[in-house]
């Protein structure tokens, strides 16, 4: 297993969640890609996107259907705005490539938010560190282990 998917899973049972890191032999770099790779729907892929706010990366979970609004993200941290991060941003926040972002089990802890949208699904399925390692997990839990505010943050 990729040292990125096995921080994952190490946080994951550091945090008390059962869930076990799989690694599909599928590269899924989109929500639908990673839908079609497990039999599920794109709603239950969580998106786990980096933002900038000012200099403090930002990470927003979000249900594979929809899309952040960077008005709603801005108002909720209280800042005047908000971009998406680079490439480079990403990894240098979380440890991982754009396509396999984990909502866990990066190098330093980030702020978390995640869209009330997601919490409508009994099981959602998060990447694991890299684009063709995932979990599942209740996203009650998501929010608990990534200690998430939970905001409608969707468009």
Known sequence: MHPSARRVQAA??????????????????????????LGTTVGCIV?????MAGDEPVLVLTSGTNRVDVGKVASVLGVDGVRRATAAEVREATGHPVGGVAPLGHPRPLRVLCDADLLRHDEVWAAAGTPDTVFP????????ITGATVADVAE
């Open 137 to 144: 997990v209740p996203p009650d839990e998501l929010v608990r």
């Open 12 to 37: 994951l049972e550091a945090g008390g969640v059962g869930a076990r890191v799989i690694e599909t032999g599928e590269t899924a770099r989109t929500a639908a890609d990673a839908a079609a790779t």
């Open 47 to 51: 998106k786990s996107l980096v933002f």
